[in-house]
């Protein structure tokens, strides 16, 4: 069992920034990690993906260049630095573990086993 407690979301005006965190608890740690987002009326999308080691990660299209996802394991924590934040990066922000024992990275949310509880990013123009 893993536990994902999400923290760092709040408001802010575009053109800022915002660092997310992601605490994970319970069984294990090397699991591939992964940041998604959802905003009101529209799908749950992929943002950013880290391998357990943090050697390797991905972005979403619209995230790229501006957002960075990084991890210490020693903490057993997942980061989302989130700048130059447009009105359109409003969402709620979940992070995932995938638990199954590959590397690389994952940007599939089926294959994620583990969600927290999401937490508030609004950004104001």
């Known amino acids: 069992q893993v536990q994902l407690v999400e923290s760092g979301g709040g408001s802010v005006q575009a053109g800022g920034s915002l660092r997310l965190s992601c605490a994970a608890s319970g069984t294990g740690s090397r699991y591939r990690m992964g940041w998604f987002r959802q905003a009101p009326g529209k799908e749950r999308e992929f943002v950013a993906a880290i391998s357990w080691s943090g050697g390797t990660t991905y972005y979403g299209d619209s995230v790229k260049g501006r957002f960075t996802i990084a991890r210490d394991n020693a903490k057993n924590t997942v980061y989302l630095q989130m700048n130059s934040l447009k009105s359109e990066d409003t969402a709620v922000y979940y992070c995932?573990?995938?638990?199954?024992?590959?590397?690389?990275?994952?940007?599939?949310?089926?294959?994620?086993?583990?969600w927290g509880q999401g937490t508030q990013v609004t950004v104001s123009s």
């Open positions: 995932a573990a995938d638990t199954r024992p590959v590397g690389g990275v994952q940007v599939n949310e089926v294959w994620y086993d583990y």
